[in-house]
Antibody, heavy 120, light 108 residues
Framework: QVQLQQWGAGLLKPSETLSLTCDVYGGSFSGYYWSWIRQPPGKGLEWIGEINHSGSTTYNPSLKSRVTISVDTSKNQFSLKVTSVTAADTAVYYC??????????????WGQGTLVTVSS | EIVLTQSPATLSLSPGERATLSCRAS??????LAWYQQKPGLAPRLLIY???NGATDIPARFSGSGSGTDFTLTISSLEPEDFAVYYC??????????FGGGTKVEIK
């Protein structure tokens, strides 16, 4: 049973860099997309981007200039960096797995979520 | 970008009743449409993928239908644990992968 365990700093000041990591336990790293999604308080879900096991990335155009997703297959983990954060980046951030083998690559496993607050 | 519009925003029903949730896409997404359930303080959980396929361990009372631009999630008989927010999501044309705005199913 695969589990995603995410971690990283939860309180940032404006202009700092958000950094989160997601550890993948109990499953294969290859054959999946590894995504980051965020949810502002009381609002809906926004896809940030994804990476596959070989390091190929795809980003949401609305965030692309500030986002980097990377993978470390030796540690079975992938990471998110968002530069120059503002209050608008305050959200719960989730990591998730997309099953490439399933039509539409649904997000079938999610991390527990990390609340990131940007405040001066 | 494909926009997904969910309706209604809120659905007030009693346990045992049937729930019908709608998701409309701004462009044809074929059958690449998934549904998720989210309870307060928890991550979303995959219910349905490829418009009508149930995810692992999802109860049979949840079913999905539709293709192209119009999709429906049906909960045949609401259980107390089904009161939550439901999101649809497409991966037909990305980036970006997009989600609908959500439908809250609340106890009447």
């Amino acid at each position: 049973q695969v589990q995603l365990q995410q971690w990283g700093a939860g309180l940032l000041k404006p202009s700092e860099t958000l950094s989160l990591t997601c550890d993948v336990y109990g499953g294969s790293f290859s054959g999946y997309y590894w995504s980051w999604i965020r949810q502002p308080p009381g609002k809906g879900l926004e896809w940030i981007g994804e990476i596959n096991h070989s390091g190929s990335t795809t980003y949401n155009p609305s965030l692309k200039s500030r986002v980097t997703i990377s993978v470390d297959t030796s540690k079975n983990q992938f990471s998110l960096k968002v530069t120059s954060v503002t209050a608008a980046d305050t959200a719960v951030y989730y990591c998730a797995r997309g099953d490439i083998a399933a039509p539409g690559a649904p997000l079938d496993c999610w991390g527990q979520g990390t609340l990131v607050t940007v405040s001066s | 970008e494909i926009v997904l519009t969910q309706s209604p925003a809120t659905l007030s029903l009693s346990p045992g009743e049937r729930a019908t949730l709608s998701c409309r896409a701004s462009q044809n997404v074929s059958s690449y449409l998934a549904w998720y359930q989210q309870k307060p303080g928890l991550a979303p959980r995959l219910l349905i993928y490829d418009a009508s396929n149930g995810a692992t361990d999802i109860p049979a009372r949840f079913s999905g239908s539709g293709s192209g631009t119009d999709f429906t999630l049906t909960i045949s008989s609401l259980e107390p644990e089904d009161f939550a927010v439901y999101y649809c999501q497409q991966r037909s044309s990305w980036p970006p992968l997009t989600f609908g705005g959500g439908t809250k199913v609340e106890i009447k």
